[in-house]
T-cell receptor
Framework: EAQVTQNPRYLITVTGKKLTVTCSQN?????MSWYRQDPGLGLRQIYY???????DKGDVPEGYKVSRKEKRNFPLILESPSPNQTSLYFC????????????FGPGTRLTVL | GQQVMQIPQYQHVQEGEDFTTYCNSS?????IQWYKQRPGGHPVFLIQ???SGEVKKQKRLTFQFGEAKKNSSLHITATQTTDVGTYFC?????????WGAGTKLIIKP
């Protein structure tokens, strides 16, 4: 089944404890991205990747890192999480970029205490 | 910066009534996409509009893209309980996908 998977789905952590949220797609998509969703603010892009080894900042990249070593995986790293990073995170992929539909993962609900 | 304003934020309707959400961009868009997010779910692609003045229909859903490619609308005729969720537009401008804040469709009991 064609899909985008994320893990974990739920995470409660404490300030400053490094964490990684994994994202994987099995559709051979070139483009992958991370979003955060907060009430009343819609979806805001954190980072995106046009292809392997190519990543770029989105609208809200501060406090986040990403890497794209393989086409299928695009992990999101929070080196030192803070409470303002408490949010719902979505990974998305598309065939070539913004001209194609975005396929979203199920989401990761992160709480930073 | 570039923005896409989406209104209203919420719309309460009786089942069977119509629903409309509007998106207005501060810049001309290459294309606009529409997504639906069910409660507790993730955004799911509905449609993409590319041409000026384009109108597309999916059963009870009608999507329009303005002549100037700066606004768009989604109209649902005779809403059903399965239509409940939040509808987002996302406009493509200058190689960025700019998201509206969404309109939440609520069916009154």
């Amino acid at each position: 089944e064609a899909q985008v998977t994320q893990n974990p789905r739920y995470l409660i952590t404490v300030t400053g404890k490094k964490l990684t949220v994994t994202c994987s797609q099995n559709m051979n998509h070139e483009y992958m991205s991370w979003y955060r969703q907060d009430p009343g603010l819609g979806l805001r892009q954190i980072y995106y990747s046009m292809n392997v080894e190519v990543t770029d900042k989105g609208d809200v990249p501060e406090g986040y890192k990403v890497s794209r070593k393989e086409k299928r995986n695009f992990p999101l790293i929070l080196e030192s999480p803070s409470p303002n990073q408490t949010s719902l995170y979505f990974c998305a992929s598309s065939l070539y970029g913004l001209v194609n539909e975005q396929f979203f993962g199920p989401g990761t609900r992160l709480t930073v205490l | 910066g570039q923005q896409v304003m989406q209104i209203p934020q919420y719309q309460h309707v009786q089942e069977g009534e119509d629903f409309t959400t509007y998106c207005n961009s501060s810049t001309t868009l290459s294309n606009i996409q529409w997504y639906k997010q069910r409660p507790g779910g993730h955004p799911v692609f509905l449609i993409q509009l590319v041409k000026s003045g384009e109108v597309k229909k999916q059963k009870r859903l009608t999507f329009q893209f303005g002549e100037a490619k700066k606004n768009s609308s989604l109209h649902i005729t005779a809403t059903q309980t399965t239509d409940v969720g939040t509808y987002f537009c996302a406009g493509n401008s200058n190689y960025q996908l700019i998201w509206g804040a969404g309109t939440k469709l609520i069916i009154k009991p």
